[in-house]
């Protein structure tokens, strides 16, 4: 069974929509300012990813959004950007056959933490009835199918770091259970207070050790400037898809994943990564040798982006000369189940107009991380084949191969 | 092409009227209820205080030197208790070829509300890696995984009130293509505070007990609990000697699109049709149905209407009972541990009963086995889920 992607739908801190998007990331264009989202007081860190000039009533139309929390806005205008992208002609494809595969970390947590507050300051019996529904890990899901008539799923796949690309995974499976399906499938996660707090006090972003700045594979890195959004793309068989008459940007020709943990430590977790992307090669078909790009989703966590960078000297080997690698989340931030979307997009970026997303901030590389990285030099090819790959914190790692739509 | 069968050779439960799947068989033939004043916080300023809460004999059964939140805890249990059952001990896998996959609706839900306590109070330093386990739910499978040994997918699906069917779904999906050997599949969740609130703020809680298709039910009762079962294709499970409950003969997936909250009818019918037709069967093969039965007054007639519509005449002649007058509506756990109800009922042959009924109402005159078991041989079962968000999953179950 062939599967591609027809559409793509960006709510990110770099920009809304799918050139804009591109647009920012060929540029090398950072999103990382001084978050407002919250009171920072207590904690020195002040940058971060967030999502700025998002116009949800202008995206997605101004009913309804009253009790849609951000993150599910974000969503619904992911999706709402994805499906039109995908040029998908509503008046003939019945609701039956759509469906929304979401991945998200943190879910429904901001909600949860406001009837949280809500129950412990005003009482139990002033908790926001409205709200309440939006306190589930799938509550970001919910509007989307409700909103655009989707009858075949609604699945959230949650995994931290690697939702997005597990969703992608997931999708793949209600496509062979229903070939005609189109299905919304990406990633979401906010820039909330308590993941800032929770992420500053595990000491795992920029700024706790050394500067605060969003740079990947570089020596001065010492943890991650959290992001946000929403990156949703649009999957669906290539036979359903050349029906309808619609076109595909890229064709997914392998997942592979594997978990890591245990005694063997950081060992054990560089082998898993290993493994992800053998396995994703190994179900595509293909040799390391085909490979011309590779979406690292390293984050500028001292440990991460090692395990990641070490995964591809191994798989690569001496080759890795020719693969550049570029991470996207130096410009968006680590946005979690996001930025398996923003990878994705930017290996689309690479197959359809041959630009290679390079790693900003990349003054001074950390000589440990020996791989190619994307820059002046290795811009505007011929891409045929790109490596998503995605290292979780909790060990598991995830990578997904495209290729051009052939 | 043929579907390879996959069958499920172990089960573990830990519910709110019985931590084990001897103590919790027992008390589904005896029809004992794990319904009770709530105890692990102070209900007084809520306006009930009764609900479904896991009471551990032993606290040591809590995990071991981890500082693992309560839901990996009542996971952890489960996870255990099923690898156990189905005989699969330590290197008997190959570890890359074993995962997990956890239905929650909320995760560590507890953690999350200490640390929302805490900013309540107005402080904001007691950050910790319970805090983030708190909101980033997937640290529960990632324990699993490390607990266990799993080197294969390790992944929450939330798909809220029917994650547990939508976890075993995609578990054998990821067997049949050939992802894994052994998928451990189920949900979990702990109580929670904001549900028992918000849930009461929707006027969906009962105060005293939970009275599945009575004219008088007066909503849920909130609860907590876990439930899991092992995964593997039928040949595998032969090949080893084990000893296995049942096939998952069909799966039907689906979401209305219809409410956030409301139910409808014309999903849940459909979601019903879809696994017998997976299954390749026929409304009159199913000898008994594991109802969702909240007891809310609406699902209860909504899922009586659907069941009617999915079965046309063979309605009447299926049993419809819901193990939730037993023990409350335990989230994202309540169809995995209904879906450990099914093989219970399938491999000893009787009927959970639906407690606490003692007045028909018209609008759900479907025989629910009232008040007491019936203990009879069973062939086929199904398994319905229906959550917020319309996500709507069944699952139908035969006798292995």
Redesign the interface.
């Known amino acids: 069974m062939r599967t591609c992607i027809s559409g793509i739908g960006v709510v990110s801190p770099v920009g809304i929509g799918r050139e804009a998007f591109w647009t920012a990331i060929a540029e090398g264009r950072s999103g990382i300012t001084e978050v407002d989202l919250f009171d920072r007081s207590g904690v020195s860190c002040r940058a971060g990813g967030q999502v700025r000039g998002f116009d949800a009533a202008a995206l997605i139309g101004p009913k309804g959004l009253r009790y849609v929390d951000r993150p599910s806005q974000f969503a619904l205008a992911a999706a709402q950007l994805a499906m039109t992208d995908a040029g998908v002609d509503r008046d003939r494809t019945p609701p039956e056959r759509v469906g929304v595969v979401l991945g998200t970390a943190f879910g429904g947590q901001s909600s949860l933490a406001d009837c949280n507050r809500e129950r412990l300051v005003e009482g139990p019996q002033y908790l926001s009835p409205a709200k309440f529904p939006n306190t589930p890990i799938n509550a970001l899901s919910y509007q989307i199918p409700i909103r655009h008539q989707m009858r075949l799923v609604n699945t959230t796949v949650s995994s931290g770091m690697n939702s997005g690309l597990d969703a992608l995974f997931y999708a793949t499976f209600i496509l062979r259970r229903c070939p005609e399906a189109v299905l919304a499938c990406g990633g979401v996660d906010e820039l909330s207070r308590n993941a800032y707090y929770s992420c500053y006090f595990r000491r795992e972003l920029a700024g706790t050790s050394g500067p605060e700045l969003s740079c990947p594979f570089d020596r001065r890195r010492n943890g991650y400037v959290l992001g946000e959004g929403a990156a949703i793309v649009v999957v669906e068989t290539r036979d359903a898809l050349d029906r309808r008459g619609g076109t595909p940007l890229a064709e997914l020709l392998g997942f592979g994943s594997a978990t890591g943990m245990g005694p063997a430590g950081f060992e054990g977790r560089v082998e898993a990564a290993t493994a992800a992307v053998r396995g994703a090669l190994r179900d595509a078909g293909l040799e390391p040798a085909d490979v011309d790009y590779i979406a690292a989703g390293a984050n500028g966590d001292l440990e991460l982006d090692l395990i990641e960078a070490q995964a591809i000297v191994q798989v690569f080997g001496d080759r890795r000369a020719c693969v550049p690698v570029g991470a996207v989340k130096s410009m968006t931030g680590e946005a979690y189940a996001a930025s398996g979307g923003y990878q994705m997009a930017s290996a689309v970026l690479a197959l359809q107009r041959g630009v290679l997303t390079r790693t900003i901030n990349l003054d001074e590389p950390d000589l440990a991380c020996s791989v190619t990285h994307a820059g002046p030099a290795t811009s505007s090819r011929e891409v045929r084949h790109v490596l998503v790959s995605s290292v979780d914190r909790f060990g598991r790692s995830v990578a997904v191969v495209v290729g051009r739509p052939r | 092409m043929t579907r390879r069968s996959v069958v499920i050779t172990g089960i573990g439960v830990v519910a709110p009227n019985g931590v084990g799947c001897a103590a919790f068989l027992t008390a589904l033939q005896a029809g004992t209820s794990g319904i009770d004043e709530i105890r692990s916080f102070d209900t007084s ?3 009930v205080h009764r609900g479904g809460e896991v009471r551990l004999v032993e606290p040591a059964e809590r995990v071991e030197g981890s500082q693992a939140g309560w839901t990996t805890t009542l996971s952890t249990i489960g996870v255990r208790e099923a690898l156990k059952d189905a005989g699969l001990t330590p290197g008997s896998v190959d570890p ?1 070829r074993i995962g997990v996959l956890l239905g ?4 560590e ?1 507890q953690d ?2 200490e ?3 805490s ?2 109070r107005g402080r ?2 007691v ?3 319970a ?2 386990a708190g ?5 529960i ?2 324990r699993l ?2 607990a266990f ?12 009130c029917a994650s547990g069917n ?1 976890a075993v779904a ?1 578990g054998c ?2 067997i049949q ?1 050939g992802q894994a050997d052994i998928i451990v599949a189920g949900g979990a969740d702990g109580f929670s ?2 549900a ?7 006027h969906a809680v009962a105060p005293e007990k939970c009275q599945p298709f009575d004219r008088n039910r007066k909503g849920m009762m909130v609860a907590e609990g876990a439930g899991f079962v092992i995964l593997e294709l039928e040949e595998r499970a032969r090949s080893r000697g084990a000893n296995a409950y049942a096939r998952v003969l069909g799966t039907g ?9 409301a139910p409808n009818p014309d ?1 849940m019918a ?1 979601v019903m049709r879809l696994a017998l037709a997976d299954a390749g069967l026929a409304p009159e093969d199913v000898d008994y149905i594991s109802a969702h039965g909240t007891g809310t007054p609406v699902n209860d007639a909504a899922e009586t209407a659907a069941v009617k519509t999915a079965f046309g005449a063979a309605a009447y002649r299926t049993p419809v009972s819901s193990i939730k007058s037993m023990i409350g509506h335990t989230m994202g756990a309540a169809s995995a541990i209904e879906t450990v109800a099914c093989c219970l009922a399938l491999r000893h042959g009787f009927l959970p009963p639906t407690i606490n009924y003692s007045e028909p109402d018209p609008l759900c005159d479907l025989d629910c086995v009232p008040n007491t078991a019936r203990f009879q041989r069973i062939e086929i079962a199904m398994n319905n889920s229906f959550a ?4 709507n999953a069944s699952l139908v179950l035969g006798r292995a």
């Open positions: 300023d809520y306006p890359a929650t609706t909320s995760g839900v999350e509300e640390l929302d306590g900013w309540a904001s330093d950050f910790s890696d805090a983030y909101f980033c739910s997937n640290s499978p990632a995984a490390q040994d799993f080197g294969g997918p390790a992944l929450v699906l939330a798909t809220a939508f995609f999906d990821l293509h505070k904001v028992l609130a918000g849930f009461s703020r929707m997936l689906g979401c209305d699109a219809f409410h956030l909250t999903g459909h917020f968000g319309g996500n």
